[in-house]
């Protein structure tokens, strides 16, 4: 595994880079934007190909990278369903998997510090974001924080994780990189409550200042999406309304880039295609099945994928490979269904 530990010494963040090889899909956790150049870099030097950029939550002490990441890469913006984050292209649920390539990671819905909070887990480690950090834990008093909520966050979901597990933490302000839960379980401070009442006692008083950034980086961080309007005064959007009445349409075909996954927890729309977005480029080149299938029978394609993020950028990749009959449903499949749609079992 290609693994990478990135720090922002401005807001003392932790970056995640995580490939399965070398000239392999690679996924990065919580970027900070000032650093997107470097990952870019990086991610070019280990001749990665990034496909997803995820945040562990709604962050008040930095910008995200999520969308600077998408709008140079193409990748997939990952964030949790409770997420205040106007679009990000896919939203993860607790029990979800997080994959990329040779890499699945558990998805684990841990509120307190925020309540959108989330760890990601796999074999020997977890990434833990703001929810434990080493030594400490995050804060709770802002952003829908709860202390009751973290403390079963902590207790009963990540100390359950075996005692070897490395903890990769979202933050660290003293110099630690790593450790691990069976270390925070016996050294860290806030662990060593008697009771859940203790817990949120303590931490109810810790009189913490806001952080620096807050009030400019929780707006930014809330709208991360992609200019979807843009796509469409191209004239290559279509409103869940009018999809509605034109998939009927004999000469229009219907393309579903989301994951199978996805497609089972939500359903799709009738009678579509399924072609993963990451197989996108491959299927519109020439020689490509949705290139032979727009050119032998002159079906007009209409891209959608969760929010309308993924399909805007396959309908623009769409164009530059001469599909120009090609539009997308915008809004996505969350559109599409409260519009009253038709769904089906995926
Ligand atoms: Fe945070």
Redesign the pocket.
């Known amino acids: 595994m290609i693994f990478r530990q990135l720090f922002d010494q401005v807001s003392s963040t932790y970056t995640y880079l995580l490939a399965s090889r070398s000239g392999g899909e690679a996924l990065i956790i919580d970027p900070v934007l000032e650093k997107v150049d470097r990952y870019l870099q990086l991610i070019g030097e280990l001749d990665l190909k990034l496909v997803k950029a995820v945040d562990t939550?709604l962050?008040?002490?930095h910008i995200t990278g999520l969308g600077a990441l998408r709008d140079k890469t193409q990748c997939t913006t990952v964030m949790g369903e409770q997420t205040k984050a106007d679009v990000v292209s896919m939203r993860l649920s607790d029990g979800d998997r997080l994959t990329i390539e040779g890499i699945s990671l558990d998805v684990l819905y841990t509120p307190g510090?925020?309540d959108d909070s989330y760890c990601f887990a796999m074999q020997d480690r977890v990434f833990t974001g703001?929810t434990l950090l080493i030594r400490g834990t995050?804060r709770t008093d802002f952003q829908n924080g709860d202390a009751r909520a973290q403390y079963d966050s902590i207790f009963n979901r990540l100390l359950k994780l075996p005692e070897a597990t490395f903890v990769y933490p979202?933050h660290d302000y003293k110099g630690d990189t790593v450790s691990t839960i069976g270390e925070e379980k016996a050294f860290n401070p806030r662990l060593q409550v008697k009771s859940v009442d203790a817990y949120v006692a303590l931490m109810n008083n810790l009189k913490l200042a806001n952080p620096k950034m807050m009030d400019v980086a929780v707006p930014a961080n809330m709208k991360v999406g992609l200019q979807q309007e843009e796509v469409a005064r191209h004239g290559w959007a279509t409103t869940a309304a009018e999809a509605i009445a034109i998939v009927k349409a004999p000469d229009v075909v219907l393309i579903d880039l989301r994951e199978r996954a996805e497609r089972e927890r939500d359903g799709v729309i009738p009678g579509s295609l399924h072609v993963p977005y990451p197989n996108l480029q491959e299927n519109i080149r020439p020689g490509g099945m949705l290139q032979g299938l727009a050119t032998s029978t002159g079906k007009r394609l209409l891209f959608y994928c969760a929010f309308g993020e993924r399909s805007a950028m396959a309908v623009r990749a769409a164009q530059d490979a001469n599909l120009t009959s090609a539009i997308h449903l915008q809004g996505g499949f969350a559109a599409w269904k409260a519009a009253g749609g038709p769904i089906t079992d995926g």
Do not use: C, P, R, V
């Open positions: 939550h962050h008040a002490d510090h925020t703001d995050g979202g």
